[in-house]
């Protein structure tokens, strides 16, 4: 039987050596898959690149192995302070079927302890004065794990951050998906960068995206046309988050190259280029709790103590709906320890899209820019607020007769709104 490829990664097929010797032909199985002759496998694949002959007993998931039948390694990225949160990630692979020793932590960039030096060599001039240090180390410690995933020659390998969820049944699910993934590449898919194992944003597989999810993919740029491949494997239009997914190792050469310096969010910089193939599974097999997180997280103080209540040692709620970086207050933005949220705790669930139940707090409460490594953030939530009161403000001062004033107004809400977008703009794109 014969079967189509592309550059089919024949390191992934190195893997499985014993099994295609035994299914391949002799003259193939001597001449081109030899151990002691490992350049001949590329020379052969530019020869050959349409055929490979292979008997029966040699089928594609031998080849696909390492995102099959046997998983790829997986990854933790946790704070070494939190802690807590490792425990708890650690727990819930367990609950889910996995052993200790398949889990793997990799202690994530902790943004706040980066020396000048690190971020000079590391992000841009203006992410340096315009992102939070957390969003910067976040960024990193993606980068840590695409770095690793080259290196240790990973064929493919799964990242999770540990503020996640899985769905029930995670491990079939996963075995399940992970070998669709497999056929799809077997049947002229092509290969593949990025599988989102859950993501934000719009990424509904039938495209009835929310309202807030539409308005995100056109704000941010990098949508993609809506794909589907097989029954559970889709082309997402414009993803987000990066809580749970797996990277090739031909995607993490990608995105090393692409995402070469912090700049903004990693989600909002990685997934928007087109040249990166990003599919994704549904349903979605592992959620973002958006309780908290050891991530992208900041200080409660200047001294960059972590608050010591029982319900957030290590780990805090999102701060970013905090004004200053050095509040001296234990950082919730849910309301609770005396800090008052940017949106009423209430209606959180009430707002979250129902697809990736992301809440509407969470979205209100991320942070667009900041002055200053201790300046003051512009979140998402602020965004709104200004621009609706300038909004209103002019309607009223129309309204009211008062055309000029009216109209200087509205004339700033656009010309903020447009700033911060040019702003971003450049962040991502100003390298």
Known sequence: ????????????????????????????????????????YDEYLDNNRNEIVQSSSCNFSSI??????????????????????????LAEFKAAGFSESQINRIPAVDGRKLSNADLAANSTRLARFLQPRGVLGCYLSHRTFWQLTVDRGYPSALIFEDDIQLVKGFLSK?????????????????????????????????????????????YMGGSRPLKKLTHNIYQPVRAAGTHGYLVTREGAQKLLRLCN????HID?????????????????????????????????SSTGTPPTNNHAVQAVKRPWSLLHYDSGSPL????????????????????????????????????????????????????VKIVGALVVLASFLSAAGQKYLSRMLFGSAVSFVISVRSIIWLLLNWK
Request: glycine content about 8%; hydrophobic content about 40%; aromatic content about 8%.
């Open 174 to 218: 996963l075995t399940s998906s992970l070998g669709h993934l497999c056929e799809e590449m077997r049947c002229g898919g092509g290969p593949v960068d990025v599988a989102l194992l859950g993501a934000l944003g719009r990424v509904h597989p039938q495209g009835k995206d929310s309202l807030g999810a539409v308005f995100f993919a056109e």
């Open 261 to 264: 310096k912090a700049v903004f």
């Open 64 to 89: 696909c192995s390492p995102l099959n039948l046997n998983l790829p390694p997986i990854f933790i990225l946790n704070l070494d302070r939190a802690k807590d949160r490792w425990q708890k990630t």
């Open 332 to 383: 919730h933005c849910d309301g609770s320890d005396g800090v008052v949220s940017s949106f009423p705790r209430s209606l959180n669930w009430l707002t979250a899209d129902p697809h990736t139940l992301q809440p509407f707090q969470h979205v209100m409460d991320e942070p667009l820019i900041q002055l200053g490594p201790r300046g003051p953030i512009l979140t998402v939530g602020r965004h």
């Open 1 to 40: 039987t014969y079967y189509q490829t592309t550059r089919l990664d024949l390191r992934m097929i190195s893997s499985s050596l014993s099994e295609l010797e035994e299914g391949l032909t002799t003259d193939v199985a001597e001449n081109i898959f030899s151990v002691s002759e490992p350049a001949k």
């Open 268 to 300: 909002l910089d990685a997934w928007r280029h087109k040249s990166l193939k990003i599919v994704m599974f549904d349903p979605v097999l592992v959620y973002q709790t958006f309780d908290s997180t050891s991530l992208t997280d900041l200080p409660s």
